[in-house]
């Protein structure tokens, strides 16, 4: 959906909000009950009640000030990019919610309710409030983050409706678009480099190499109608490489890529797409994701130094393995690993290529003499997987996905083999719990094609259910 950015980012923000909000409710009563009346204690003489007196007001707190804020347009998607004004309207939502909060506890005469605490909580929450706020942004400009956030789109069409919509995605940032160029509609033949200011980057028959050689999440078309119907193998190449494709204006053929109707900036859009669009299913996947890999981590630190300690005893090199991988479409970022192998294992690929047991651009072999003593039993459990929990609190990956190719790897897909990318790559899959590398490449593509297709919460439930005894089965792992 095209406002999926924004809702994500919308959903954050209210989450760093009730954080804030419970920071402040739980100063507020630490200040009040233990500062206050130690310091002023000829005004404030006694601390306050049990904090569990206190606790039920939170009932209360989150539906006032989050709907205050929503209230006051502090939760669209234009107000998250500007901070005019925004103290100010923290300013009067933590006063209004004051006033009914007041108003509840007089209400529902609710005895022994400090006012002090209550005037602090509300001080408390403009300025947490305004914290958040500025935390979450600076979040999303950290190095890496920002092309995470963005969806880079191209434009099909340098006719004047092309150039207004191209000049509409340029103009509404918010929206999270990046306009990487125009595509002209014209197959073959020559074409102008710039149109109307912006860039035009190739012909229709340049799609597919643009798309394979860029990270492009969506291809827009706003074409005369009466080409559209010419467009059918276009529509699905973008389908098989697992890029969002719309269209702006006229028919549009028949795919089995799922079709629906949206919205931008008051021009119709179909969009066709093989991938999931549930903002609300895929919001609550990276909630999964953190809580599953912070737990993982914090509690599994001792075996993470047990697992360094043995390695540096074991053979001369780093700890980690670090290996520049392909993420969502195509994005490159650092995938960790305990090293299992022997420090030039890279540069001696050529040696041991007769060795690979897999068919296609990937290799494999379960009998890989670059592999270390130590190696082979972390891969046989697994255990060299487990750095890649850092790769999913970085966003570049989820616990459930297909398994992350080498960019190399990428370059021999075949088309269709490329749309595995439009989901972000996971540690555990359906190739993992099914065979591993006792499974040929071809149907290797087609399960992450049919997890692709097939995805919910409840199949990342069984897959996650399934990988604990494949991973201690050790079966197909090399």
Known sequence: MLREHSRLLIWRCVLVDILALVLSFETAYWIRSHILSSVFDQWFPAPLMSAMKYDWMYGFIFPIWLGLLYSAG????????TFRRMPIDLIK????????????????????ISRAFLILFSALTAVTLMAGRLAVRAWLRRSGREELQWCNVIVVGTNEKALEFARLVATNRKWGFRLLGLVSENRVGPYDQRVGGYEVIGTLDD?????????????????????????????LMCEELGVNARIAVGMFPHLIARASLDEFVHIPLLTFTTKP?????????RVM??????????AGLPLWLLIAVIIKADSKGPIFFCQERCGLNGRRFTMYKFRSMVVDAESRLQEVAKLNELSGPVFKARNDPRVTRVGRILRKCSLDEIPQL?????GDMSVVGPRPPLAVEVDKYERWQRRRLSMKPGLTCLWAI???????????????????????LALDLQILVKTVPAVFSGRGAS
């Open 289 to 298: 994701d953190l809580a599953i890999a912070w737990t993982t981590v914090l």
């Open 207 to 235: 799609l597919e190499r643009i798309c394979n050689q860029r990270v492009v999440d969506e291809v827009i078309f706003v074409v005369p109608g009466k080409i559209v119907s010419e467009l059918e193998d276009v529509f």
């Open 93 to 112: 939502v933590s006063g209004t919610g004051l006033l009914l909060l007041m108003g509840v506890t007089y209400v529902l005469k609710v005895p022994d």
């Open 277 to 285: 669009t549930s903002w609300f299913a895929l919001g609550v996947k």
């Open 434 to 456: 099914r065979g591993r590398t006792l499974i040929p490449f071809e149907q290797w593509m087609e399960m992450d094609l049919e997890y692709i297709d097939n995805w919910s």
């Open 390 to 394: 850092l790769n999913v609190i970085k």
């Open 74 to 81: 502090l939760y669209h998607p234009a107000r998250l990019n």
